[in-house]
């Protein structure tokens, strides 16, 4: 609508993709969580990041991504957490992933330790 006044603006493609969808959208990425934020205006959805904001602090791939928690297991939790707070899974299924993957164990990550993976 701003370069083009007096039309019905556009839908974004994003927008589009996602419409009709119900649960919550969890963006993931290696690079900053500004990176997957940028279309965060255009998710419908109650929408959350994970990201690398920062230098690593490990040696392997899968305790860089534990530390900044965009491992797989960190995924499924903050899900969880999303779902919890809609009253669409038990309160305590956040706590219990959490204790389950051993989130706070920068040593228990898993994602990225197959090697050239990126």
């Given at each position: 609508a701003f370069l083009n006044p007096g039309q019905t603006a556009r839908v974004p493609f994003v927008t589009q993709q996602l419409a009709g969808a119900t649960?919550?959208?969890v963006a993931v990425t290696?690079?900053?969580k500004a990176v997957p934020d940028q279309?965060?205006?255009?998710?419908?959805?109650e929408f959350a990041s994970l990201g690398a904001d920062?230098?690593?602090?490990?040696d392997t791939r899968a305790a860089a991504r534990r530390f900044f928690k965009?491992?797989?297991?960190s995924v499924v939790v903050r899900a969880l957490e999303?779902?919890?707070?809609?009253?669409?899974?038990d309160a305590q299924a956040?706590?219990?992933a959490i204790d389950k993957y051993k989130l706070l164990d920068v040593n228990a990550g898993?994602?990225?330790g197959a090697g050239g993976e990126s």
């Open positions: 649960g919550p959208v290696d690079y900053m279309i965060r205006q255009f998710v419908p959805n920062g230098f690593g602090f490990s965009n491992d797989t297991h999303m779902l919890a707070r809609r009253g669409e899974v956040p706590a219990k898993t994602t990225g």
